[in-house]
Structure formats: structure tokens, C-alpha cells
């Protein structure tokens, strides 16, 4: 079946970074675009950005650029987001999902990540 | 950036209900439009796409229906189980966005 296992939730300092992983499994990586989504607590979903893990395409939200990389190990069939220059305001929840045509149809679990000093 | 005004942000209803959520898009958006349930600590799950469509295995109490600016998403026969905060999305341009969100209660 298909799933997406992210990794382990993280604590960094601010002006830190962090790097998530989303490891795939269950179908073709290649095959379907990435998409990542993060959560403060109690708030609503806000995107991040997208990955075409065949052609290693990305494209990112404007409030990210510049500080936001997506990318991808095809041969562990993995996809990354890496943030950077982390401030309080980045605490979430961060989501990868995979999208069937233009819809997330599988999601991760989700990774908390804690920015705090 | 697309705007998306979701409403209302909770509602309470009895089990058996009736149930519909807006969300007016702040430019036409076609039926570029998704909707998701999301429980306390899980990830979104996807209900319905285009607007209109049921994702395979959804219960067909849970409708959308919508076009341009303005949709709806209904849920006939409200049951416990649908006790969770809905989003829609648009993804007729990027940054795809979502709306505020509806918390949904039971009385």
C-alpha cells in the first residue's frame, strides 16, 4: 500500500535549519509530484512548495524562496525539505503529500518541528 | 495570491444533519478546488476533487458541488464519526491556498 513515513520531530534554535525527509513507499516515486504543507498548532494549512522527483522540477511559495529547498534521493525514494534561518514563527507541523493529478491523495504523518532558544 | 473564504469557521450540529460548508474564491478559480477532513493529530485526508468529485472510498454522504468563485460542501446525515475541521484548497494557480477552516461539532 502507499506510504509516506517522514522522519522524527526536531528541535533547532532559531536562525538554525532543518531538513525532513519523506520516505516513500508502495508505488513508483518517480512517478508523482511532492508537495509539502506545514500546520502551527491550532492553525490552518498553509504550502510550501511542490517536487517533480523524475525531473527534479520545483517550484516554491513566494514567503518561502530563498529559504526552502526541496529535493530528492531516487534511489531511497525519498524526498527532502530543508528550511532555513528558522524563526519562532516556523514552529509546525510538516506535512509531505503525494499528489494523484492535481490532488493530495497520500499524506505523511506529519513531523513537528520546534523552533525555540 | 488567491484568497479563499471559507465559512463558517465551526459549526454544531446533531447526528442525522444536514451539514454545508462555503468557500468563495477571491478570483475564478474554475473547479480547481479540493476539499479535506482533518482529525486531531492527523494529516489531512483528501475527500473531494474538482470541485465535485468523490475520492474513491469516501462515503457518498459527503458532496461538493461549485463553480468559479463560490462552492459548497455537504454532508447529508451527519455521523460521529465526521467530528473534524474541513479545509478547501484551490489549485488553480500557485501558491495553491486553503481556506481558514470549518471546525465541525456535534450537539
Known amino acids: 500500500q502507499v506510504q509516506l513515513v517522514q522522519s522524527g520531530a526536531e528541535v533547532k534554535k532559531p536562525g538554525a535549519s532543518v531538513k525532513v525527509s519523506c520516505k516513500a513507499s508502495?508505488?513508483?516515486?518517480?512517478?508523482?509530484?511532492i508537495h509539502w504543507v506545514r500546520q502551527a498548532s491550532g492553525q490552518g494549512l498553509e504550502w510550501m512548495g511542490w517536487?517533480?522527483?523524475?525531473?527534479?522540477?520545483?517550484g516554491y511559495a513566494q514567503k518561502f524562496q530563498g529559504r526552502v529547498t526541496l529535493t530528492r534521493n531516487t534511489s531511497i525514494s525519498t524526498a527532502y525539505m530543508e528550511l532555513r534561518s528558522l524563526r519562532s514563527e516556523d514552529t509546525a507541523v510538516y506535512y509531505c503529500?503525494?499528489?494523484?493529478?492535481?490532488?493530495?491523495?497520500?499524506w505523511g504523518q506529519g513531523t513537528l518541528v520546534t523552533v525555540s532558544s | 495570491d488567491i484568497q479563499m473564504t471559507q465559512s463558517p469557521s465551526s459549526l454544531s450540529a446533531s447526528v442525522g444533519d444536514r451539514v454545508t460548508i462555503t468557500c468563495q474564491a477571491s478570483?475564478?478559480?474554475?473547479?480547481?478546488l479540493n476539499w479535506y477532513q482533518q482529525k486531531p493529530g492527523k494529516a489531512p485526508k483528501l475527500l473531494i476533487f474538482?470541485?465535485?468529485n468523490l475520492r474513491t472510498g469516501v462515503p457518498s454522504r459527503f458532496s461538493g458541488s461549485g463553480y468559479g468563485t463560490d462552492f459548497t460542501f455537504t454532508i447529508s446525515n451527519l455521523q460521529p464519526e465526521d467530528i473534524a475541521t474541513y479545509y478547501c484548497?484551490?489549485?488553480?494557480?500557485?501558491?495553491?491556498?486553503f481556506g481558514q477552516g470549518t471546525k465541525l461539532e456535534i450537539k
Open positions: 474538482d470541485a465535485a
Open positions: 484548497e484551490q489549485y488553480d494557480n500557485l501558491p495553491r491556498t
Open positions: 508502495g508505488y513508483t516515486f518517480t512517478t508523482y509530484d
Open positions: 517536487m517533480n522527483p523524475s525531473s527534479d522540477k520545483t
Open positions: 503529500a503525494r499528489l494523484e493529478g492535481d490532488s493530495p491523495d497520500y
Open positions: 478570483q475564478d478559480i474554475n473547479t480547481y
